[in-house]
């Protein structure tokens, strides 16, 4: 299988900034489309960004301008990158990647890590 561990979230101020880590492990063939999305108290899951093998980016609206979204394919790592933090950015961040493992690398798994929170607070 395959797994996703977040890490980099934490208390920051409104303006600072903060810089997220998915790292992937196990029996990994290939990682494709990779994502962050967010989730805040008493909302639905929203997607962040999320970013091709090959590079390609897409934000959502809220994110543009504020937000870079990078992977590593070396390290099996993703990032995601947060300037001008905004309280309503306040959410727990789970990372996603569409994956095939070395015993079926035809079949795609839809994985999720269990998420870092993010609190922009003063």
């Known amino acids: 299988q395959v797994q996703l561990v977040e890490s980099g979230g934490g208390l920051v101020q409104p303006g600072g900034s903060l810089r997220l880590s998915c790292v992937a492990s196990?029996?990994?063939?290939?990682?494709?489309?990779m994502g962050w999305y967010r989730q805040a108290p008493g909302k639905e899951r929203e997607l962040v960004a999320d970013i091709t093998s090959g590079g390609s980016t897409n934000y959502a609206d809220s994110a543009k301008g504020r937000f870079t979204i990078s992977r590593d394919n070396a390290k099996n790592t993703m990032y995601l990158q947060m300037n001008s933090l905004k309280p309503e950015d306040t959410a727990v961040y789970s990372c996603n990647a569409a994956a095939s493992t070395l015993g079926a690398p035809y079949r795609s798994l839809d994985v999720w890590g269990r998420g870092t929170l993010v609190n922009v607070s003063s």
């Open positions: 196990g029996r990994i063939f290939r990682l494709n489309t």
